[in-house]
């Protein structure tokens, strides 16, 4: 086969993307103000954020940033070298006591968490079973850690303990996004748990959209279902949602654990967050553990929007979640329903193919403890115009 030229290829692969409305561009935001930012020079109500308790700027993570931050704008190394300060191991400590389990590991992401949990635990003549709707990093994670890779359609339980079943000779990971990231739906948990004690292999709950939203004092959907680190003994939190920072976490018994710190590759090769950072999501994690309030503002706004949906004809997916998905279909309608939102003032985010299955293009709308019912009736006001003039 002849050399090809990267150049030319990169070039014809965007002209391919353009023809199938698969572009994607990042918008820079001027200036962001909670739910309004302001976009190439206009002011729009964001319904597109994970900053789902609104924490992103709020005066105590404000204030805890400042005040740490004389300990430097870099952790200088990586945990096992010399970056792991005073900051980071109280917030393992306070995040293992919140989320009641033995111990917690630190991550640079939550996509680097996932990739080292399913690579530092599972290798040749393993299998990593999952969700076939889980989080883009869990799937790379099993497709880097040289295992056995088998995906269940979404949401079957029964369909993993086949997968389980038909793999039954190494170690096994049962993997599950809690809250699924472009559906908002919740993930069988409790079948899953069962499935996975019938099988032998240790369920692994990425969380990322559940903790700080749902389960008492915003444990989870761990702790929605009834569960804990007996039925799910690894979890990952991440810190960019709900928790309004950045960075993510491990969470669970701390044999796998010590294992995760001592062999996983995206834990040792790679710089310690920030201490400022830590700082931030310490205070993130006191406002989240005693935020009921934020919750319940949270959890009106969800049926404020569900209920005006129902109203107006606006089929919205199944979800009990702050991610409220209207399922479009084409790519080419998801975009101009888009356009005609931002047109009236409003940023929601069109989810194309291959973010989602292909004919799968939605609005992923996502609510926040900081919108108010005004803003959430004006938002449903302009999806009912939207669709009647882009699907009419
Ligand atoms: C956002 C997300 C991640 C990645 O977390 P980052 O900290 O943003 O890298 C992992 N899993 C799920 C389900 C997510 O939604």
């Known amino acids: 086969m002849p050399r090809v030229s990267l150049g030319e290829r990169v070039l014809a692969l965007r002209a391919q993307r353009e023809a199938a409305h698969r572009r994607r561009r990042s918008r820079t935001v001027a200036r962001r103000d909670g739910v309004r930012c302001e976009v190439d020079g206009r002011e729009l109500l964001n319904f597109c954020s994970n900053d789902y308790l609104g924490l992103a700027q709020h005066p105590r993570m404000i204030a805890a940033l400042r005040d740490a931050a004389g300990e430097g704008a870099g952790s200088t190394a990586s945990h096992l070298v010399c970056g792991h300060g005073a900051q980071h191991a109280a917030l393992e400590t306070e995040l293992a006591d919140w989320l009641q389990a033995p111990r917690a590991l630190l991550f640079g992401s939550g996509y680097m968490a996932n990739l080292a949990v399913v690579q530092a635990l599972l290798g040749d003549g393993d299998a990593c079973v999952q969700d076939k709707l889980n989080h883009a990093s869990l799937i790379d994670a ?144 006191r406002i989240a553990r005693e935020g009921d309030d934020l919750r319940e503002r949270l959890h009106a706004n969800i049926d404020r929007l569900k209920s005006g949906a129902r109203a107006r004809g606006l089929r919205l997916m199944a979800s009990e979640t702050p991610i409220q998905p209207l399922l479009v279909g084409d790519d080419a309608n998801a975009l101009a329903m888009a356009a005609a939102l931002e047109a009236s003032g409003y940023w929601v985010a069109a989810i194309r193919p291959p973010t989602v299955p292909e004919g799968g293009a939605r609005l992923r709308i996502a609510l926040s403890a900081a919108h108010d019912a005004r803003q959430i009736d004006a938002l449903l006001d302009a999806l009912s115009r939207a669709r009647d003039v882009v699907m009419a």
């Open 142 to 285: 099993a497709r880097l850690a040289g295992c056995a890779h088998k995906r269940y359609p979404h949401a079957d339980a029964d369909a993993a303990g086949r997968q389980l079943a038909s793999h039954a000779d190494g170690a096994a990971l049962l993997a599950s996004d809690g809250v699924f990231s472009m559906d908002g739906d919740v993930a069988p948990l409790r079948a899953l748990a069962r499935i996975a004690r019938e099988g032998q292999a240790t369920l692994y709950v990425d969380d990322a959209h559940a903790v700080g939203v749902m389960g008492n004092a915003g444990r989870g959907s761990i702790d929605a279902a009834g569960l804990d680190g007996n039925d799910v003994p690894l979890r990952l939190v991440t810190f960019g949602k709900a928790l309004g920072s950045a960075g993510a976490a491990v969470i669970g018994d701390a044999d796998l654990i010590a294992h995760l710190a001592e062999t996983a590759r995206p834990y040792i090769y790679t710089t310690a967050l920030p201490p400022a950072q830590a700082a931030a999501t310490r205070e993130a994690v």
